[in-house]
């Protein structure tokens, strides 16, 4: 019998927009659906995630292959494109919906999810404490077509957004540019 390779990885990092495209061209990622996560009612809309209460976060599910990318790969794809020291949201959007987090669907990943986070707290690159949250999946739902590739649909928006929103200068100054 034939080992299932497809997983998926459930990943918070703010505004979803921003956490699709720098994992799009990776090999082995088949899909990446912008979406909430986490919290407590079955099927929220944008708006009742933004007006808080629901305890869901903004996230992005992916579905990839496993002999094709690892785990570890994606993860550090996710430390790369967020600020994890941020407990009040990320860069300029402020709210626990914009908070990071990863979701674990199983043991192996919440494993190599916990490691990873101890070897980026141990790397000197924050002098503040990681404060992503790292807990078992529950759910997740997709958010409504018009935020689902927003960066190819309005690119010029998307770019200047993340411009804004202070994302790239913080890639920048604290990676390099190297995501």
Not at 118 to 143: H, R
Request: hydrophobic share 35%.
């Amino acid at each position: 019998m034939p080992q299932k390779t497809q997983q998926l990885a459930t990943f918070a990092g703010g505004c979803f927009w921003c956490l699709v495209s720098p994992f799009e061209h990776i090999n082995g990622v088949h899909s990446i659906v912008s979406g909430f996560a986490g919290g407590n009612i079955a099927h929220p809309s944008y708006e009742q995630v933004c007006a808080g209460g629901t305890g869901h976060v903004e996230a992005v599910q992916i579905t990839y292959d496993t002999n094709q990318v690892s785990y570890q790969t994606l993860l550090d794809i996710f430390w790369r494109n967020i600020d994890p020291t941020d407990a009040g949201g990320s860069f300029h959007d402020r709210g626990f919906h914009y908070t990071s987090a990863i979701f674990c669907h199983n043991e192996a990943q919440l494993e190599i999810a916990n490691a990873s986070k101890q070897a980026l707290a141990e790397s000197g690159k924050f002098e503040a404490p990681i404060v992503t949250v790292i807990k078992p999946y529950t759910s997740f739902y997709p958010a409504e077509e018009h935020h689902q590739n927003y960066h190819k649909k309005n690119p010029e928006h998307y770019n200047q957004y993340r411009i804004d929103s202070g994302r790239e200068a913080f890639i920048l100054k604290v990676w390099g540019g190297k995501l």
